[in-house]
């Protein structure tokens, strides 16, 4: 669908203004696929046409579809399975340990998308069932999208999108056949929450006022399109609501590098990330001046 320079214009000022996504040129060929349905749900036939009916007072509804329909919602279960494994072999023994006495793990899928990520943390404990009995695994799920967190929170998953990571065998473990579709057992539904959330805005306070801090927060495959600066909001975002000893775990290939320097990279653990020590002070090279 052919789509004005104005209209990219606009579009990508509203995606960024409410997501902090950058829409940079050479992905805005992206414009006429992810908006040819909103084109037809509205009975129209071009973008400009769908643009000009936005007004940022009037036409609320449509900006935030528009928003909606321009996010890379791309996920699936067990997504880099070796960061799982990972996490199964090293972190959650550690804070077994550490957090023996509260018996209480939270746990912050930032960008959740539709679920499978915060599923795919329940499975894991589910999996375990003896060695977390009797202990509070609370998951946060949260995304900008309203939309998408509609469908964490239904559960409802085609055997298609199951399938992107689970065995079969693991669809009828994990799973129910419904007439709305396979169904996520209650066993796992019981441990997330689905929260709609912009990342770069403050997460609501617990009811006692303090702010919710977590033991592992993963933000997996979201700061790609941020620029610097927003990536470094968003990084400071995360470093306030971990644990002074929690875990950071990004997408595989992404880091926080350069980008921050609240959180560095977990010694031989790619993806893992931790809050950065701070500095040493340096030794004075000269005794300071005894004061009289
Ligand atoms: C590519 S998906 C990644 C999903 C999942 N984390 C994974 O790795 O499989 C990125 C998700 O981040 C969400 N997102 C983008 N900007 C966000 C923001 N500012 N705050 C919260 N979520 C955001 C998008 O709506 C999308 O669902």
């Known amino acids: 669908m052919q789509v004005s320079l104005a209209?990219?214009?606009l579009l990508a000022e509203l995606l960024r203004a409410r997501t902090g996504q950058e829409l940079p040129d050479n992905r805005r060929w992206r414009i006429g696929t992810a908006l040819s349905g909103l084109c037809r749900e509205y009975g129209i036939d071009s973008i400009d046409q769908l643009v000009a009916m936005f007004s940022p007072t009037r036409q609320s509804v449509l900006?935030?579809?528009?928003?909606?329909?321009?996010?890379?919602n791309e996920t699936y279960f067990f997504r880099d399975r070796a960061l799982f494994d990972h996490l199964v072999g090293h972190v959650l023994p550690?804070?077994?340990e550490t957090r023996a006495e509260s018996r209480t793990l939270t746990i912050w899928s930032v960008g959740c998308s539709t679920g499978q990520e915060a599923l795919t943390l329940a499975m894991l404990f589910a999996s375990q069932e003896a060695r977390w009995a009797g202990w509070t695994i609370s998951i946060l799920g949260t995304d900008v999208s309203g939309?998408?967190?509609?469908?964490?929170?239904?559960g409802c998953y085609t055997p298609f999108q199951i399938q992107r990571g689970l065995a079969m065998g693991e669809m009828m473990r994990w799973f129910e056949e419904t007439p709305q579709g396979w169904r996520v057992r209650e066993r796992l539904r019981r441990m997330i929450r689905f929260e709609e959330h912009n990342l770069l805005d403050p997460l609501p306070a617990l009811p006692g006022g303090q702010m919710p801090t977590f033991d592992?927060?993963?933000c997996r495959n979201v700061l790609l399109y941020f620029?610097?600066?927003t990536r470094e909001r968003a990084f400071a975002?995360?470093?306030?609501?971990?644990?002074?000893?929690?875990?950071?775990?990004?997408?595989?290939g992404e880091t926080t590098l350069g980008l921050t320097d609240r959180l560095s990279p977990e010694r031989g653990a790619p993806g893992f990330f931790?809050?950065?020590?701070?500095?040493?002070?340096?030794?004075?090279a000269v005794a300071p001046a005894a004061i009289a």
């Open 227 to 229: 620029d610097a600066a």
């Open 147 to 154: 939309s998408v967190i509609e469908i964490a929170r239904k």
């Open 216 to 218: 592992i927060v993963l």
């Open 94 to 96: 550690t804070l077994a």
């Open 7 to 9: 209209s990219e214009r």
């Open 237 to 252: 975002r995360v470093a306030s609501a971990l644990a002074p000893d929690g875990w950071l775990m990004l997408g595989a």
């Open 274 to 284: 931790r809050h950065a020590k701070p500095a040493k002070p340096r030794r004075a």
């Open 63 to 72: 900006a935030r579809q528009m928003v909606e329909a321009l996010l890379n």
